[in-house]
C-alpha cells in the first residue's frame, strides 16, 4: 500500500479538479446510505475520506457521531478548513486502517470509497477485513466501493486490484453478507468514465 508521505503530496501539490477521484459530491455512497436509514445518532466511520465531502453531507443530513479516517494529515486538515466551526462535530483519525486500532464494536456504518482497491497483497486484505469486522457492531453495514473490473488499473500512480460485487463480497466473508450492490460510473474531472462497483455487506451477528 502507499505511504502517508506519498497522499500528503498528492494533497498538498494537486486542487481538488486534477484528482481524478473527485465529486462535488458522493452521489451513490448517499444514496445507498439513505436505504439503510441510519438513526442520526448512529456512529458512522468514512474510512479513507481524504478531501470528500462526504462528510459535509452526512453533517448537513443531521448525523451528530461521524469519524473521518485518512493516512494523510494534509488532507483532513484541507477538510477541518473547509468545514470551519463544523469541524468540531466529527472525530478525524490520521492513520493507516490496516494499522490503526479503532474501538471494538463501535459503528454502525462503515464507509470507503476508492481505499480497499489499493490493497494488492493478501496480508494487507486480511488486516483490513479484520479491522472492519472488530470495528462494525453486530447488524452494522459496511459500505464499499473499488473500481470495476473494466475500470483503470492503476490511480495516482498505483496499482490497484479490480473487484465485481461477488469477489468484492467474498473478500469480507464470513463476517459480513452481501446485501446490496451497484455499479456506477464516475466521471472524472477530465472526462473520463470510470465504473466503480458498491457493495453493502451486513455484520453477522455470530461470526
Not at 439513505?34 to 443530513?61: E, H, I, Q, Y
Not at 492503476?154 to 463480497?169: E, F, G, K, N, Q
Request: glycine share 6%; charged share 25%; net charge neutral.
Amino acid at each position: 500500500m502507499s505511504t502517508a508521505s506519498h497522499w500528503d503530496a498528492v494533497y498538498r501539490d494537486k486542487g481538488e479538479a486534477q484528482t481524478s477521484w473527485f465529486r462535488p459530491h458522493l452521489d451513490e455512497s448517499l444514496r445507498l446510505i439513505g436505504t439503510l436509514r441510519p438513526a442520526p445518532d448512529a456512529p458512522l466511520l468514512d474510512v479513507g475520506g481524504g478531501r470528500a465531502t462526504l462528510v459535509d453531507d452526512l453533517l448537513l443530513r443531521g448525523f451528530r457521531d461521524v469519524s473521518v479516517l485518512d493516512m494523510s494529515d494534509a488532507a483532513l486538515a484541507q477538510v477541518r478548513r473547509r468545514l470551519g466551526a463544523n469541524a468540531a462535530r466529527v472525530q478525524w483519525i490520521v492513520g493507516d486502517i490496516t494499522e490503526t486500532e479503532l474501538p471494538a464494536a463501535r459503528y454502525a456504518l462503515w464507509h470507503d470509497r476508492a481505499v480497499f482497491h489499493f490493497l494488492t497483497t493478501a496480508a494487507e486484505r486480511t488486516r483490513y477485513v479484520a479491522a472492519a469486522a472488530r470495528a462494525v457492531r453486530a447488524g452494522g453495514h459496511a459500505l464499499i466501493a473499488t473500481f470495476a473490473p473494466d475500470g483503470p488499473e492503476r490511480c495516482s500512480d498505483l496499482p490497484v486490484c479490480r473487484y465485481d460485487a461477488t469477489m468484492l463480497a467474498a473478500m469480507f466473508a464470513p463476517a459480513f453478507e452481501q446485501v446490496a450492490e451497484s455499479r456506477h460510473i464516475h466521471v472524472t474531472p477530465a472526462g473520463r468514465p470510470q465504473p466503480f462497483t458498491h457493495v453493502v455487506l451486513r455484520r453477522h451477528r455470530d461470526a
